[in-house]
């Protein structure tokens, strides 16, 4: 089945809420008539926020750099509060701030099915937690200046 309206992308987000699609971690919680949120695991919470325009919802991350773990707010509110200014890079961008790191993809919802929603959802999950492990763990060792390494 293929949607061409949001009311048909707000009908799928509503059936990934009721039960977990099977492509994904967890199931989608409703935080407003155009967002939902997915917990993946301690470090991310993925959204998912319907753009008033094109036909396009946006997937997003945000974490704090602190450590203290993901955060809820949605993108636009993180770019507000940071002051900053999200760069459009294609497919993927990553937003940083001085206090948190975000990670965040536009996906055309035009003729996009459940299926392939899901499956772009567990994909940025995926990313997510590789993009994300360097800000999580410590910082990996520069080598010595004065040191010649072979590898």
Same mark, same amino acid.
């Given at each position: @089945?293929? %949607? +061409?309206?949001?009311?048909?992308?707000?009908?799928?987000?509503?059936?990934?809420?009721?039960?977990?699609?099977?492509?994904?971690?967890?199931? %989608? %919680?409703?935080?407003?008539?155009?967002?939902?949120?997915?917990? %993946?695991? =301690?470090?991310?919470?993925?959204?998912?926020?319907?753009?008033?325009? =094109?036909?396009?919802?946006?997937?997003?991350?945000?974490?704090?750099?602190?450590? +203290?773990?993901?955060?809820?707010?949605? &993108?636009?509110?993180? !770019?507000? !509060?940071?002051?900053?200014?999200?760069?459009?890079?294609?497919? &993927?961008?990553?937003? +940083?701030?001085?206090? *948190?790191? *975000?990670?965040?993809?536009?996906? =055309?919802?035009? @003729?996009?099915?459940?299926?392939?929603?899901?499956?772009? /959802?567990?994909?940025?999950?995926? !990313?997510?937690?590789?993009? &994300?492990?360097?800000?999580?763990?410590?910082?990996?060792?520069?080598? !010595?200046?004065?040191?010649?390494?072979? /590898?």
């Amino acid at each position: @089945m293929h %949607v +061409s309206t949001k009311s048909q992308i707000r009908h799928i987000m509503s059936g990934l809420s009721e039960t977990r699609h099977h492509l994904l971690h967890d199931r %989608v %919680v409703a935080l407003a008539a155009s967002r939902w949120m997915m917990p %993946v695991n =301690d470090n991310a919470i993925i959204q998912i926020e319907l753009m008033h325009h =094109d036909n396009q919802a946006l997937l997003s991350s945000t974490l704090a750099r602190d450590g +203290s773990g993901p955060l809820k707010a949605s &993108f636009l509110t993180m !770019l507000l !509060l940071e002051d900053t200014i999200a760069h459009a890079q294609s497919p &993927f961008g990553i937003c +940083s701030g001085a206090a *948190t790191v *975000t990670l965040h993809r536009f996906i =055309d919802i035009e @003729m996009i099915t459940n299926d392939q929603l899901a499956l772009a /959802i567990a994909n940025f999950a995926r !990313l997510n937690d590789i993009i &994300f492990a360097d800000y999580l763990s410590p910082p990996i060792a520069e080598p !010595l200046a004065d040191k010649r390494y072979s /590898i």
